[in-house]
């Protein structure tokens, strides 16, 4: 299972990320919700051969992230457990 920790969020978010594809530079917000315990993503498509405006981050749905503890905790109930954990 592949999902977005709660506490990488805490640490580093709020974070900004670049990402240069075949026909655009793509850039992305992400904020954290400390209170609601979600992720607020943003994004903005710059095209390349277009002059750059001022990007307009916009934030889509907000996505709950879970701690570790709370994962185990809801997969116990399920009669499953959390074997190992690794983080990039």
Not at 14 to 29: D, M
Request: charged residues 25%; aromatic residues 12%; hydrophobic residues 40%.
């Amino acid at each position: 299972m592949d999902v977005c920790n709660a506490e990488h969020a805490e640490h580093f978010f709020p974070r900004t990320n670049w990402e240069i594809g075949e026909k655009a530079l793509a850039l992305a917000q992400f904020e954290w919700d400390k209170e609601t315990r979600e992720m607020l993503f943003g994004g903005w498509d710059i095209p390349f051969g277009v002059p750059a405006q001022k990007p307009e981050i916009l934030t889509g749905d907000p996505t709950r992230l879970y701690s570790i503890e709370e994962l185990s905790y809801i997969l116990g109930q399920r009669k499953m457990k959390i074997l190992s954990t690794f983080s990039e």
